[in-house]
């Protein structure tokens, strides 16, 4: 009880002391000093469980009968032999990647050679659920993020499906801000008719007239922080609130179609309904799709040939690519390795601002959206509503892995267990990984079928709650006997205390490997300090 524990504080005082607090005391008020011993101050505060979400996941688990397959993978590690980095383009790797990368949020430096083996990686249909990625500061982490998720959300585009739901998430704030920040603003300065969002910005519940939306990312913060985050990004809570609600309103949408129409005339030079403005969209995209595929195959059988160069003859002709830079340069690349850099800049590019813009007049084309006084709900029918549609107008989410639960937990009546959408999260991104201790990270993967962690195990280790022995000792009472633990669980980070570790967990659930071996990929161009400095 609190008056145990103040007795206990009294004796523990006057063992130190020598006297009681009272005695104590008297005697500093002869030398000049008053001390107050007979006042309790209480605050008030109210206390916050950050944990809660998470523990509710593990309990959701430990009713299954069976894992799901990324927390499987996560927790038993990569059981075969692992391919190292450097044999991802070996025999005809470079060519079916580069026949499968669809698109590039960039159209100013091509990606660098380990960036380009981590996406080829990625995008290897015989890799693993867990693709971990490490890199040291300054080696362009973010613009490896943005490559795979141009790829992912084009490819969806091309194939006609829904659009894809991306989480990224860390446990501190500064790391997801930091992811925001690389998709709260895609578009230039200066950007042509095709890379900018078509969509106008979302100003006193109607269509800004003059000011286009910039994000493809929504970001999600604790309700305390909402609205400090609302005066720098789009946002959105568990009620669908924020952004969802203020982007689905009527008189938003009839604004945006006007927009959007505008914006599409401009690049296609008809005017148009949303509908038939889709169509035109996608067979932009599959034919610009189709050139880059000829392009590909035709370098690999003939190189830089008659063939090859009227082809590039025929891509610099399309109507789709004239405001696209370096188109020209297509014809002087003289391998497949140099059309693969100079895809990133055109083609991939075009065909990702087309995707974007396929997925907006998804959006505008929406007839079912949530009705106001539905949308706090958590049934499955409407978080599956929510998802399709909400992530065609942002196809990425941002929030801590504190946050990640409570927007994927499922209504389930009072009394009983809580559910989760498992699987929902099409691609769960995990930045600054290296800071994040395993059981901390680990729920969000129950609720993803693909996971991209990156990170680095050089810098700040996580904060671990407990010491070794607990955590081995706990361990044993679960089951798990003291060598498994020390020899195998502590090695992969999968522990709760000293080397737990997401971003080694990760690693070694990957099926890759770099340098003399170790777990998974590694960014190895740098570009921030001097030479000497990253040498070191």
């Given at each position: 009880?609190?008056?145990d524990?103040?007795?206990?504080?009294?004796r523990?005082?006057e063992k130190v002391a020598?006297d009681?607090?009272?005695?104590y005391?008297a005697?500093?008020?002869?030398?000049g000093?008053?001390i107050?011993?007979?006042l309790?101050y209480i605050?008030k505060?109210?206390?916050?469980?950050?944990?809660?979400g998470?523990?509710?996941?593990?309990?959701?688990?430990?009713r299954?009968?069976k894992m799901?397959?990324l927390?499987?993978r996560m927790?038993?590690?990569?059981c075969?032999?692992?391919?190292h980095?450097?044999?991802?383009h070996?025999g005809?790797g470079?060519y079916?990647?580069?026949?499968k990368?669809?698109?590039?949020m960039?159209?100013g430096?091509?990606?660098t050679?380990?960036?380009r083996?981590?996406v080829?990686a990625?995008l290897d249909g015989?890799g693993s659920?867990v693709?971990?990625?490490?890199?040291?500061?300054?080696t362009g982490k973010?613009?490896?993020?943005q490559?795979?998720?141009?790829?992912l959300v084009?490819?969806?585009a091309?194939e006609k499906?829904?659009?894809?739901v991306?989480v990224g998430?860390?446990t501190?704030n500064?790391?997801v801000?930091?992811i925001?920040?690389s998709?709260a603003?895609v578009?230039?300065?200066e950007p042509g008719p095709?890379?900018?969002?078509w969509?106008p910005?979302e100003?006193?519940?109607?269509?800004?007239?003059?000011t286009?939306l910039s994000?493809?990312?929504v970001?999600c913060?604790a309700?305390?922080?909402l609205?400090?985050?609302?005066a720098?990004f789009?946002?959105?809570?568990?009620?669908k609130?924020?952004?969802?609600?203020?982007?689905?309103?009527?008189a938003?949408?009839e604004?945006?179609k006007d927009?959007?129409?505008?914006?599409?005339h401009?690049?296609?030079?008809?005017v148009n309904?949303i509908a038939?403005?889709?169509?035109?969209?996608?067979?932009?995209?599959?034919?610009?799709?189709?050139?880059r595929?000829?392009?590909?195959?035709?370098m690999?059988?003939q190189?830089?040939?008659i063939d090859?160069?009227t082809?590039?003859?025929h891509?610099?002709?399309?109507?789709y690519?004239r405001?696209?830079s370096h188109?020209?340069?297509?014809?002087?690349?003289?391998?497949?390795?140099?059309l693969?850099?100079?895809l990133d800049?055109?083609?991939?590019y075009?065909?990702?601002?087309?995707a974007?813009?396929?997925?907006?007049?998804?959006w505008?084309l929406t007839?079912?959206?949530?009705?106001?006084?539905?949308?706090y709900?958590?049934t499955?029918?409407?978080m599956?509503?929510y998802w399709r549609q909400a992530?065609?107008?942002?196809?990425?989410?941002?929030m801590?892995v504190y946050?990640?639960?409570k927007?994927?937990?499922?209504y389930t009546k009072p009394g009983e267990?809580?559910?989760f959408?498992?699987g929902?999260?099409d691609?769960?991104?995990?930045?600054?990984?290296?800071?994040?201790d395993?059981p901390?990270?680990?729920?969000?993967?129950?609720l993803?079928?693909?996971?991209l962690?990156?990170?680095d195990e050089?810098?700040l280790?996580?904060v671990?709650s407990?010491d070794?022995?607990t955590?081995?000792e706990?361990?044993?009472s679960?089951?798990?006997?003291?060598?498994e633990?020390?020899?195998?669980?502590?090695v992969?980070?999968?522990?709760c205390s000293?080397e737990?570790?997401?971003m080694?967990m990760?690693s070694?659930?990957s099926?890759w490997s770099?340098?003399?071996g170790?777990?998974?990929?590694f960014l190895a161009e740098?570009f921030?300090?001097?030479?000497?400095?990253?040498g070191?």
């Open positions: 009880s609190f008056a524990a103040m007795e206990l504080a009294t523990l005082f020598g009681t607090i009272e005695d005391a005697q500093q008020n002869m030398r000093e008053s107050e011993h007979e309790c605050q505060a109210n206390r916050i469980n950050a944990v809660g998470l523990l509710e996941v593990y309990d959701f688990l430990s299954e009968t799901p397959a927390v499987e927790s038993t590690g990569w075969g032999g692992r391919l980095e450097t044999k991802v070996e005809s470079l079916e990647a580069a026949k990368s669809c698109g590039s960039s159209d430096f091509p990606l050679n380990s960036q083996r981590a080829h990625f015989a659920e693709t971990a990625v490490s890199g040291p500061p300054g973010t613009t490896m993020l490559a795979i998720v141009a790829n084009t490819r969806r091309l499906g829904r659009a894809p991306v998430t860390s501190n500064q790391a801000t930091n925001i920040s998709f603003s578009t230039k300065d095709l890379d900018f969002r969509l910005q100003r006193n519940g109607e269509a800004s007239i003059g286009s994000s493809l990312a970001y913060p309700t305390t922080k609205a400090e985050a609302k720098k789009l946002v959105e809570q568990k009620d609130g924020q952004t969802y609600s203020a982007y689905s309103s009527e938003y949408i604004g945006a927009r959007f129409a505008i914006s599409a401009a690049f296609f030079g008809c309904d038939p403005l889709q169509q035109m969209i996608h067979e932009a995209l599959t034919d610009l799709d189709q050139y595929i000829d392009l590909v195959e035709t690999r059988s190189g830089r040939s090859y160069i082809l590039c003859g891509v610099e002709a399309s109507p690519l405001t696209i188109v020209e340069d297509l014809k002087d690349c003289d391998s497949l390795e140099q693969d850099q100079k800049v055109t083609l991939r075009a065909e990702f601002w087309l974007v813009h396929y997925f907006e007049a998804q505008l007839k079912d959206f949530i009705e106001p006084e539905e949308r709900k958590r499955s029918g409407v599956d509503r992530a065609a107008l942002t196809p990425c989410f941002v801590t946050q990640v639960p927007y994927f937990e499922l267990p809580s559910s959408d498992t929902r999260i691609l769960l991104i995990v930045d600054e990984a290296g800071q994040v395993a901390l990270g680990l729920p969000s993967f129950a993803a079928s693909r996971a962690v990156v990170g050089k810098q280790a996580p671990w407990i070794e022995q955590d081995c706990v361990a044993e679960a089951g798990i006997p003291s060598l633990w020390s020899d195998d669980l502590r992969r980070g999968v522990t000293s737990s570790s997401l080694r990760a070694h659930a099926s770099y340098g003399a170790a777990p998974g990929l740098h921030r300090c001097h030479p000497d400095i990253i070191f």
